[in-house]
């Protein structure tokens, strides 16, 4: 049985556990794009708009804590709590239109993402998007980060039983790749998202991109590193290769 983290969420067990790997599941916002700064502009402009905040702008510190990793619902219910849910989601619609009109523009990959995604190719695995994004939102940045035909399924929380911190979006990711969480681990950057993976008994990478860390490790993430180009990542994926050399030479 895992380990628990300090706050009694079970940690996710370490990467190499998972030979061999079947899968590699990716959130998208903060994981395969840093777009959380777009983000945060967006919700800033149009919440100064409507006099938020007496006209003082929402800091970095506020929109990780209220908006950062949420579903629309959470986000609307945290920004909006006196007004009727339906306005608040309103809300967030129109700023998810002007997200995009600056993702179009802006848009960045995650430091070296494009080496991790040819080591998923070299390696044959499986590979989905699961995110609490909007689909449309969500095919855009694909799009935009040249990874339309990368990716097998692309899962929206939105569109699940739950979106993420339920285990729902993770679980929908494995049965559409017809794959094992025993044999999945997945790259994310968000506190929520971790324990949605933790909770599909998936292990976790958290790429730090703007939570904190400590945040991503109370979730239960097995391994935190700081983008793609980290040595611990490449450690543990190094890990992976020799696990499964191990399982061929004892097959063959």
């Given at each position: 049985?895992?380990?628990?983290?300090?706050?009694?969420?079970p940690a996710s067990r370490p990467v190499a556990s998972s030979v061999p790997i079947e899968a590699v599941l990716f959130d998208i916002d903060g994981t395969l794009c840093d777009s959380d700064p777009l983000h945060h502009v967006a919700f800033q402009e149009m919440l100064l708009e409507i006099g938020y905040n007496n006209g003082v702008p929402i800091d970095e510190e506020f929109f990780?804590?209220?908006i950062a990793g949420r579903s629309d619902v959470e986000a609307a219910q945290n920004l909006f709590p006196d007004w009727p849910l339906e306005k608040g989601l309103k809300f967030l619609e129109d700023k998810e239109a002007k997200y995009r009109s600056l993702a179009k523009e802006r848009l960045e990959p995650v430091k070296g993402l494009a080496k991790v995604v040819q080591w998923v190719k070299d390696?044959?695995?499986?590979r989905a998007a699961v995110t609490n994004?909007?689909?449309i939102n969500s095919?855009?940045?694909?799009?935009?980060?040249?990874l339309t035909d990368f990716f097998q399924a692309v899962i929206v929380?939105?569109?699940c039983e739950k979106p993420k911190p339920?285990?729902?979006?993770?679980?929908?990711?494995?049965?559409?790749?017809?794959?094992?969480?025993?044999?999945?681990?997945?790259?994310?950057d968000s506190a929520s998202g971790t324990r949605a993976g933790v909770a599909a008994g998936i292990p976790v990478v958290a790429v730090a991109t703007r939570n904190p860390e400590k945040s991503l490790l109370d979730a239960g993430a097995t391994l935190i590193?700081?983008?793609?180009?980290?040595?611990?990542?490449?450690?543990?994926?190094?890990?992976?290769d020799r696990e499964e050399a191990k399982l061929k030479k004892a097959d063959a």
């Open positions: 049985m895992a380990a628990a983290t300090p706050n009694g969420i990780i804590n209220n390696h044959g695995y499986k994004a909007p689909r095919e855009l940045m694909i799009s935009l980060l040249g929380g939105g569109e339920a285990p729902f979006p993770y679980l929908k990711a494995l049965k559409e790749l017809q794959v094992s969480a025993d044999h999945t681990f997945i790259f994310e590193i700081k983008d793609y180009e980290d040595p611990k990542l490449w450690s543990a994926l190094e890990e992976i």
